[in-house]
């Protein structure tokens, strides 16, 4: 059985880089059919999708928030990695690490989700 962990600083400053680790463990971030994907649900809103990167390393962005976020992994380690530049306010929320079986369009496993609070 999959398992997800989210790993990172609970508090970040307004402009400061936010950065969380998922680790994986019970299966591979490299088998087929999986896209690993993280999502946030700020404070009193929806599920907000980031981005994910697919089993072969290819990775998608939401477009709103394309333009600071970065996707990553490390195979050897079974983990991937998330970081949200010029952070504010705003991205106060709670960071979900979860794969997606893009050939069903399903989340089939979660992380159990990691609050970050943007504050000076």
């Known amino acids: 059985q999959v398992q997800l962990q989210e790993s990172g600083p609970g508090l970040v400053k307004p402009s400061q880089t936010l950065s969380l680790t998922c680790t994986v463990s019970?299966?591979?971030?490299?088998?087929?059919?999986?896209?690993w994907t993280w999502i946030r649900q700020p404070p009193g809103k929806g599920l907000e999708w980031m981005g994910d990167i697919a089993e072969i390393g290819t990775i998608y962005y939401s477009p709103s928030l394309k333009s600071r976020t970065s996707i990553s992994r490390d195979t050897s380690k079974n983990q991937f990695y998330l970081q949200l530049t010029s952070v504010t306010p705003e991205d106060t929320a709670v960071y979900y690490c979860?794969?997606?079986?893009?050939?069903?369009?399903?989340?089939?496993?979660w992380g159990q989700g990691t609050q970050v609070t943007v504050s000076s």
């Open positions: 979860a794969r997606l079986n893009y050939v069903l369009g399903t989340f089939g496993a």
């Open positions: 019970g299966g591979s971030i490299k088998t087929n059919y999986y896209a």
